[in-house]
């Protein structure tokens, strides 16, 4: 049983190793039809837990699971997410946003969607400008 957890631990961990986008738990089932949703859902949580991944809520109200690069502990992420419009892609972009909060707040979380052509499609579209 334990060793059953640590093998389907392992492939979603490698879903997010192979790509370099934000997943949709639909992008999880689709990769890796031999386990259960719920099994799934629960290995994202723990990773959430654990400070392995982070959870954005986009502004259609799509969850989409991220890489984190330096959290262990506390889940800290003052970062963008960047939706292409062209191929729908979603990432981290690591530049840091600078929040200005009044005193006495204390800011926990930072959920700053923006959309836009990512460089892949940008490329393409100086390539082949009537597609
Ligand atoms: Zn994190
Ligand atoms: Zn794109
Ligand atoms: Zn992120």
């Known amino acids: 049983m334990m060793k059953r957890t640590t093998k389907s631990k392992i492939a979603v961990l490698d879903c997010f190793k192979k ?43 799509t969850s989409y699971y991220f890489k984190c690069k330096s959290c262990e502990e506390v889940h800290f992420h003052n970062h963008y997410h960047f939706k292409c419009t062209v191929c729908h892609k979603v990432e981290c972009i690591n530049e840091e946003i600078e929040v200005k909060i009044p005193k006495d707040y204390i800011l ?24």
Do not use: M
Not at 24 to 52: A, C, H, M
Not at 111 to 116: D, E, K, V
């Open 19 to 61: 790509s370099n986008y934000g997943l949709k738990p639909e992008d999880i089932f689709n990769e890796l039809t031999q386990y259960d949703k719920v099994t799934i859902y629960r290995i994202l949580q723990s990773f959430l837990d654990d400070g392995i991944i982070h959870k954005v809520i986009s502004d259609d109200g």
């Open 108 to 131: 926990q979380n930072i959920n700053f969607w923006i959309s836009g052509i990512c460089k892949i499609c940008n490329a393409k579209s100086i390539t082949a400008p009537n597609l």
